[in-house]
């Protein structure tokens, strides 16, 4: 069965930093573009981060430069790690497949997300 | 930087048609993908590229782009399509979402 686990979220004071790791099965991390997408609570989706098949990656505005997006191919699992957390950043984290092949194409297949709270 | 507007709220009669849009700059040359989300559930993409439904949506959840405005239809709605809507497209490698329309079965 094809699935993605997301784990690593929790509470973080504001200035902290945090690793949030998508563990995916039934499929290869490394023959996809790979996704982060953000939900804070009672508002809408928010595309964070890419990584393409060919490694480059690609970030919203809102988290370019404290947040990197990268994979481990051994261990099947993409992560997300976040530094220079703000209030603002508190939100259910997805992780989202695109399809085999695909590139810039839709989310066929998510996580069901980690939650990350920034507070004090 | 691309934005893509949808209606905050659509209100349909059980087994009318729903009609819930998406607007964006000649959005008609990228391809549009819909996701639908119940509370407390990861979104569920139902159509995908303008027009394709994955397999296991129902064939009553259809698609079409043109111009300046794409669309999500869907006809025959039931009280379980009732959820919030999300368009979404790429724009130079960075991916952008609607504001999500909430579907309302009156």
Not at chain 1, 66 to 73: H, P
Not at chain 1, 94 to 113: K, M, S
Not at chain 2, 6 to 32: F, H, M
Request: hydrophobic share 30%; proline share 4%.
């Amino acid at each position: 069965e094809v699935q993605l686990v997301e784990s690593g979220g929790g509470l973080i004071q504001p200035g902290g930093s945090l690793r949030l790791s998508c563990a995916a099965s039934g499929f290869t991390v490394n023959n996809n573009c790979m996704n982060w997408v953000r939900q804070a609570p009672g508002k809408g989706l928010e595309w964070v981060s890419v990584i393409y098949t060919g490694g480059n990656r690609y970030y919203s505005d809102s988290v370019r430069g404290r947040f990197t997006i990268s994979s481990d191919t051994s261990k099947n699992t993409v992560y997300l790690q976040m530094n220079s957390l703000r209030a603002e950043d508190t939100a259910v984290y997805y992780c989202a497949r695109e399809p085999e092949l695909g590139h810039n194409d839709v989310f066929d297949i998510w996580g069901q997300g980690t939650m990350v709270t920034v507070s004090s | 930087s691309y934005e893509v507007t949808q209606p905050l709220s659509v209100s349909v009669a059980l087994g009318q048609t729903a009609t819930i849009t998406c607007r964006g700059d000649k959005i008609e040359s990228k391809n549009v993908h819909w996701y639908q989300q119940k509370p407390g559930q990861a979104p569920v993409v139902v159509i995908y590229r303008d027009t394709s439904r994955p397999s296991g949506i129902p064939e009553r959840f259809s698609g079409s782009n043109s111009g300046n405005t794409a669309t999500l239809t869907i006809s025959r709605v039931q009280a379980g399509d009732e959820s919030d809507y999300y368009c979404h497209v790429w724009d130079s490698s960075t991916a952008f979402f609607g504001g999500g329309t909430k579907l309302t079965v009156l």
